[in-house]
């Protein structure tokens, strides 16, 4: 491919490997890079809703009042929603042909995913602040 | 120019798919399935900073038999996913394609997220 000299791709074009959708691999590496920072966080969710479960309200306060437990919900639910965000969009690209709903479901999980996970975060900001 | 000999995708009303196949529908069936299910997480969490009497609404219907069957479901797709995918990670860095090696990844997958699922319930219960 590169040495075809009859290709209408230029040089610049070629090297900068991004392809018809001008992003290149950059939705499949950050689809890997926010699996790999999950697998941690995941481990350490569950281990917290464990230790949470069977307490109230007071213990979910104390819990995340504490600034790592906080850093590590708000570092997951970025990173999860994200995750969840970039799945989503290649169910809905290799199944929904029809390019009005493509477009239209992949801006709903979008608003969705970065909705939801402000909300959460801000909750747990709000929680780990005292107010 | 000649089109016959090209290989063909596998006709899904009619071939039976091998467990590597249906793992890998399954991993994003529990993808779809936990993005649902990150409502309840956000229910959840944001309850919590509204206040008590919110956060024991939540409490109160995570309590109840229909919310536990659903907690069992996301527990096990969760584990599902995670185990999974690590997997996939490993057939990202090219390892781990040959068919006995595959077959052995899904035994352990399976395994593995039915030992995190009930070790987990375990300690809830």
Same mark, same amino acid.
């Given at each position: 491919?590169?040495?075809?000299?009859?290709?209408?791709?230029?040089?610049?074009?070629?090297?900068?490997?991004?392809?018809?959708?001008?992003?290149?691999?950059?939705?499949?590496?950050?689809?890997?890079?926010?699996?790999?920072?999950?697998?941690?966080?995941?481990?350490?969710?569950?281990?917290?809703?464990?230790?949470?479960?069977?307490?109230?309200?007071?213990?979910?306060?104390?819990?995340?009042?504490?600034?790592?437990?906080?850093?590590?919900?708000?570092?997951?639910?970025?990173?999860?929603?994200?995750?969840?965000?970039?799945?989503?969009?290649?169910?809905?690209?290799?199944?929904?042909?029809?390019?009005?709903?493509?477009?239209?479901?992949?801006?709903?999980?979008?608003?969705?995913?970065?909705?939801?996970?402000?909300?959460?975060?801000?909750?747990?900001?709000?929680?780990?602040?005292?107010? | 120019?000649?089109?016959?000999?090209?290989?063909?995708?596998?006709?899904?009303?009619?071939?039976?798919?091998?467990?590597?196949?249906?793992?890998? *529908?399954?991993?994003?069936?529990?993808? *779809?399935?936990?993005?649902?299910?990150?409502?309840?997480?956000?229910?959840?969490?944001?309850?919590?900073?509204?206040?008590?009497?919110?956060?024991?609404?939540?409490?109160?219907?995570?309590?109840?038999? *229909?919310?536990?069957?659903?907690?069992?479901?996301?527990?096990?797709?969760?584990?599902?996913?995670?185990?999974?995918? *690590?997997?996939?990670?490993?057939?990202?860095?090219?390892?781990?394609?040959?068919?006995?090696?595959?077959?052995?990844?899904?035994?352990?997958?399976?395994?593995?997220?039915?030992?995190?699922?009930?070790?987990?319930?375990?300690?809830?219960?």
């Amino acid at each position: 491919m590169a040495t075809d000299s009859h290709s209408l791709r230029s040089a610049l074009g070629r090297a900068r490997g991004l392809g018809s959708a001008k992003e290149g691999t950059n939705h499949w590496w950050l689809q890997r890079v926010t699996a790999i920072a999950l697998v941690p966080l995941t481990m350490w969710l569950v281990a917290s809703i464990v230790a949470l479960s069977g307490f109230g309200h007071g213990a979910f306060v104390v819990w995340f009042g504490r600034p790592l437990n906080a850093t590590l919900m708000i570092l997951f639910l970025g990173v999860g929603f994200h995750h969840a965000q970039l799945g989503m969009q290649v169910v809905i690209e290799d199944y929904v042909s029809h390019h009005g709903w493509r477009t239209t479901l992949n801006l709903l999980v979008k608003f969705a995913c970065y909705g939801l996970a402000t909300l959460s975060i801000v909750s747990i900001l709000t929680i780990a602040f005292g107010a | 120019m000649a089109t016959q000999n090209r290989p063909l995708s596998p006709h899904l009303q009619v071939y039976r798919l091998p467990l590597t196949a249906l793992m890998s *529908i399954t991993h994003r069936m529990t993808g *779809i399935g936990l993005t649902l299910g990150t409502l309840l997480l956000a229910w959840w969490v944001s309850a919590a900073a509204y206040g008590q009497a919110e956060y024991e609404q939540v409490q109160a219907f995570l309590g109840s038999w *229909i919310a536990m069957i659903l907690l069992l479901g996301f527990s096990f797709a969760l584990f599902f996913h995670l185990c999974n995918g *690590i997997r996939h990670l490993f057939w990202d860095f090219g390892n781990y394609f040959e068919l006995h090696e595959t077959r052995r990844a899904d035994i352990c997958v399976l395994i593995g997220a039915a030992a995190l699922t009930a070790a987990t319930w375990f300690m809830v219960l």
